[in-house]
């Protein structure tokens, strides 16, 4: 893997190349299907490929393709892939946490339990109380891991959740509050906090799983990740499969990701494609950047920069921000594509203002490093608080080098230090740098101490 490591002081930390897995430029519009350019050309790339995984290209191109001349029926070989068998494995992975810090995570997620339920308006705050508190206790005595909790010596009987008197959505966003992380799917590594979380939700999300479909794609999810419970991804590809035949888009995405690692399931690249362009064609343009990201990372096929960059476009086209930052990091090495610095910016720009973390970190680095743009270190600031609000360990490494340095801003060693730690658990290079400050503030204080003397 590409990757660089943190430059103390003035340096700039770039993310590893696979941590840029995504951006948008016009793409340009091709000859009409009947013109005599068009019947002249070769078959695009994107058919090349298909053709050399053994697949059609008839079965896997989205219908969002027509404005290209290619006009296909929704993909077939997605259905024929949901109905597939899988071979079951089965292992344990869990995380061992304290029982004063799973007590701190329990009583944080029954807060927030209480915070959403008082915002339902037939609940006053007694009513929000006293369900949080059967949420989570019910959760807690049925978690698939045991919890280590401090005074456990209550035994008290909690009601099934299922006759608390909410509804399945309601059922569903209490469960979500419980996790903590509103977004969360096959590609998020939940932390020590979240695992305890997870362990607490899994219960809950499997026994409303039976009356909330999203309910029972979150539960697979986290089966699939081990997440609160023993990895069955065996188990969640069945789960996935059961739901993408019913159209949902997500559970079909999770699948070819299964299919690319080859976890639970036999490692299938075409299905993988396959499947992914199903999500395509249904509104999930995320699927078309895994297509890209195939292309580009060239592990499961021939790297090949120039398809990774029509699939990135596809998908940029049709509104997914990941791509526009695939596009950014495409643009900023020359991948594919002639390297442009402004053209990358422009693309990042698009996902720093949509909110993604990375894209936000990596304009910050290009205002930083005056890539594309004249130097403005306020700016360079300004969207590395707003990756590392995010809790992004790269722009809190380098914000912290801006306070330890004097980089743009007044040298102050506490407000390095407070990034410093935050990003320490997560970060080797945080930790030296950590040590590095609080010498500074040591030699500071020895300083004060014998001036006053």
């Given at each position: ?278 999500c395509g064609n249904h509104g999930l343009p995320l699927g078309l950047t895994a297509i890209g990201n195939i292309h580009k990372e060239g592990q499961l096929v021939s790297q090949d920069y120039d398809e990774a960059v029509w699939w990135f476009n596809i998908a940029a086209d049709l509104g997914c921000v990941q791509a526009h930052v695939a596009l950014g990091h495409m643009y900023s090495h020359g991948y594919g594509v002639e390297l442009d610095h402004k053209t990358a910016l422009r693309h990042l720009m698009i996902a720093a203002d949509s909110g993604v973390a990375i894209a936000q970190h990596t304009v910050a680095t290009h205002y930083q490093s005056g890539k594309g743009v004249e130097v403005d270190l306020g700016k360079a600031m300004h969207y590395y608080e707003l990756a590392a609000r995010q809790g992004l360990v790269f722009s809190l490494v380098n914000l912290g080098n801006m306070y330890n ?49």
């Amino acid at each position: 893997m590409l990757a660089r490591r943190v430059v103390v002081a003035r340096g700039v930390l770039e993310l590893p190349v696979r941590f840029m897995s995504t951006a948008l430029i016009h793409h340009p519009t091709p000859p009409h299907p009947n013109s005599n350019q068009a019947s002249q050309a070769s078959p695009h790339p994107h058919q090349r490929a298909l053709s050399t995984l053994g697949g059609s290209s008839h079965a896997w191109v989205p219908r969002c393709y027509s404005r290209w001349g290619v006009q296909r029926p929704p993909c077939p070989t997605a259905i024929q892939i949901l109905g597939c068998s899988t071979p079951h494995r089965r292992c344990l992975s869990t995380a061992h946490i304290d029982a004063r810090t799973t007590t701190e995570h329990i009583a944080a997620a029954r807060g927030r339990a209480r915070v959403l339920l008082a915002s339902v308006s037939r609940f006053d705050v007694a009513d929000a109380l006293r369900v949080s508190n059967a949420v989570t206790g019910w959760a807690t005595a049925n978690a698939t891991v045991p919890l280590a909790v401090e005074d456990s010596a209550s035994h008290e009987e909690y009601p099934d959740p299922l006759t608390l008197g909410l509804s399945p959505d309601e059922l569903y966003e209490l469960a979500i509050a419980l996790l903590g992380s509103p977004s969360f799917g096959i590609d998020v590594k939940l932390s020590p906090e979240g695992t305890t979380a997870a362990a607490l939700v899994f219960p809950l999300l499997k026994r409303i799983a039976e009356v909330s479909e999203n309910a029972k794609y979150s539960m697979a999810t986290l089966l699939a990740l081990g997440h609160g419970c023993e990895i069955d991804a065996a188990g969640a590809a069945d789960t996935f499969k059961e739901l993408a035949r019913q159209g949902y888009r997500q559970a079909a995405y999770n699948l070819a990701r299964l299919y690319a690692d080859g976890n639970g399931v036999s490692q299938s690249t075409a299905r993988a494609i396959g499947l992914y362009a199903h999500c395509g064609n249904h509104g999930l343009p995320l699927g078309l950047t895994a297509i890209g990201n195939i292309h580009k990372e060239g592990q499961l096929v021939s790297q090949d920069y120039d398809e990774a960059v029509w699939w990135f476009n596809i998908a940029a086209d049709l509104g997914c921000v990941q791509a526009h930052v695939a596009l950014g990091h495409m643009y900023s090495h020359g991948y594919g594509v002639e390297l442009d610095h402004k053209t990358a910016l422009r693309h990042l720009m698009i996902a720093a203002d949509s909110g993604v973390a990375i894209a936000q970190h990596t304009v910050a680095t290009h205002y930083q490093s005056g890539k594309g743009v004249e130097v403005d270190l306020g700016k360079a600031m300004h969207y590395y608080e707003l990756a590392a609000r995010q809790g992004l360990v790269f722009s809190l490494v380098n914000l912290g080098n801006m306070y330890n340095t004097g980089y743009g801003v007044d040298v102050n060693y506490e407000k390095a230090k407070e990034l410093y730690e935050i990003a320490a658990p997560h970060s080797e290079d945080a930790r030296g740098l950590l040590d590095g400050v609080l010498e500074k503030i040591a030699k500071d204080q020895d300083n004060d101490a014998n001036h006053t003397k």
